[in-house]
Structures are given as structure tokens and as C-alpha cells.
């Protein structure tokens, strides 16, 4: 489950950019369609990322090492981007890219946690 969320986050962190681009090239009324994807993805990622961090946490409780990792990672992942944003609010591309980094860490250490610190667990 810890990978699949991981990798979910990615994926949606992906699908955030490609959308960008696209409504970048956009013109026109036509381009009302992005307003509801660029407030929703984000929103999708702050979440799905949220509950790796809750599962990923869950599975490493009594690992030590791997417990605070995760702590701190997903500490970084919540609160990082509600501090970028105070940072960067008038910067938004300086913004989307600190959240983005933030959150995608928390990805990363979760994978790298599914992939090594429960087979020492196990």
C-alpha cells in the first residue's frame, strides 16, 4: 500500500505539471477547463501525500531510525508548503516549485522505506 500511494503522489505531481503546460499554451474561453483541474490536483497531492505518511508511519512505528525519517519527512511535506506559501507569495513559480520538491520527498523516503526498511523488519 505505502508503494502505491508513493508512486500515486508522483504520478499526480506529473499529471499537475503536464496539466500546467498545457494551460500555458491555452487560449481562450476554452481554457476555463483547467481552473477546476489546477485547484483540484494540488489538493490531490497535499492528501494522497498525507496518507502515505500516515501509512508509511504506521507500518515503521518500532523501527526507530526509519520512524523519525519518516516524522520529519512528512513534517517537511505538510508544513513546507503552508511555509512556502507565506515565503513565496508573491513568487507562485518559486512557490509550486518548493511545494513540489516537499512533497515528492516524502514520496521518496516512503519508497525507499517499502523497499529497505521493512525487509530489515521483516
Known amino acids: 500500500m505505502i508503494r502505491i500511494l508513493a508512486v500515486a503522489v508522483i504520478v499526480l505531481v ?14 481562450g474561453s476554452g ?5 477546476p483541474i489546477s485547484l483540484l490536483l494540488p489538493l490531490l497531492i497535499f492528501l494522497v501525500s498525507a496518507m502515505t505518511a500516515v501509512v508509511a508511519i504506521a507500518s515503521a512505528r518500532g523501527l526507530g531510525a526509519w ?14 508548503p503552508i511555509v512556502a506559501l507565506l515565503i513565496f507569495k508573491d513568487s507562485p ?8 520538491v516537499l512533497e515528492l520527498q516524502l514520496a ?3 519508497l525507499a522505506y517499502s523497499f529497505y ?3 530489515a523488519h521483516i
Not at 67 to 80: E, M, P, R
Open 108 to 110: 521518496v523516503v516512503a
Open 14 to 27: 506529473g499529471a499537475y505539471f503536464v496539466m500546467r503546460t498545457l494551460a500555458t499554451a491555452c487560449a
Open 31 to 35: 481554457c476555463d477547463v483547467y481552473i
Open 93 to 100: 513559480d518559486a512557490f509550486v516549485a518548493t511545494g513540489t
Open 117 to 119: 526498511g521493512r525487509r
Open 67 to 80: 520512524f523519525a525519517v519518516l516524522i520529519i519527512s512528512t513534517a517537511l511535506a505538510v508544513l513546507g
